[in-house]
C-alpha cells in the first residue's frame, strides 16, 4: 500500500493494488474508489482532502479487524458506480 498526498492540488491517493482500473465508484462526496476487473478497490481517492481529513500529512498505521473489512464492501455494494 501506498500514501500520496499532493499539497498542490490537495488531494490523497491510497493505492492499494497494482492492477488496471476498470471503473470508478463514488463513495461519498469528494471521496472515490477505483476497481479492477474483479470488483477490488486497486485506489482510494480523497480530492479537497484539507477539508475531510484532520492532518493530511500525519499517517496512522493500525491493525484492520476482518469486521472493518466487510463493513467496507457491504459500503462499497451500496456506492454509486460511474
Do not use: W
Request: hydrophobic share 35%; net charge negative; glycine share 2%.
Amino acid at each position: 500500500m501506498k500514501i500520496v498526498y499532493d499539497s498542490s492540488s490537495d488531494v490523497i491517493h491510497i493505492y492499494l493494488r497494482n492492477t488496471p482500473i476498470d471503473q470508478s465508484a463514488s463513495l461519498a462526496p469528494n471521496i472515490t474508489a477505483d476497481l479492477d476487473r474483479n470488483g477490488n478497490i486497486t485506489t482510494l481517492e480523497i480530492a479537497q482532502a484539507s477539508q475531510c481529513v484532520h492532518n493530511p500529512r500525519n499517517v496512522e498505521f493500525m491493525e484492520v479487524r476482518e469486521e472493518s473489512e466487510e463493513i467496507a464492501h457491504r459500503f462499497l455494494r451500496t456506492a454509486d458506480l460511474s
